[in-house]
Nanobody, 113 residues
Framework: QVQLVESGGGLVQPGGSLRLSCAAS????????MGWYRQAPGKQRELVAS???????NYADSVKGRFTISRDNAKKMVNLQMSNLKPEDTAVYYC???????WGRGTQVTVSS
């Protein structure tokens, strides 16, 4: 059984930064790919960034150069460092465990002045 708990969301002004964290439970965390997704009101959930067990990363074009995904296998955590945030980044951000297709409950990020 794997559970994912996201944290770190909030309200930030345009140009600001936030760091999201996803804490995972369960075994063999380090061998599984993990991802961050987001869903804005009225829109489909979309991939933001993913990271393999070996640390290879992939980003949506809209966040390249602004967001950085990382993982700490010892702590069973996946982080998303978000910089130069824009109003269009406003969404609920979800963590996903690819191996078992498990989602967290999400954390709200609002970018507004």
């Amino acid at each position: 059984q794997v559970q994912l708990v996201e944290s770190g969301g909030g309200l930030v002004q345009p140009g600001g930064s936030l760091r999201l964290s996803c804490a995972a439970s369960g075994r063999f965390f380090s061998i599984y790919d993990m991802g961050w997704y987001r869903q804005a009101p009225g829109k489909q959930r979309e991939l933001v960034a993913s990271i393999t067990g070996g640390g290879s990363t992939n980003y949506a074009d809209s966040v390249k150069g602004r967001f950085t995904i990382s993982r700490d296998n010892a702590k069973k955590m996946v982080n998303l460092q978000m910089s130069n945030l824009k109003p269009e980044d406003t969404a609920v951000y979800y963590c996903k465990h690819y191996g078992l297709s498990v989602w967290g409950r999400g954390t709200q990020v609002t970018v507004s002045s």
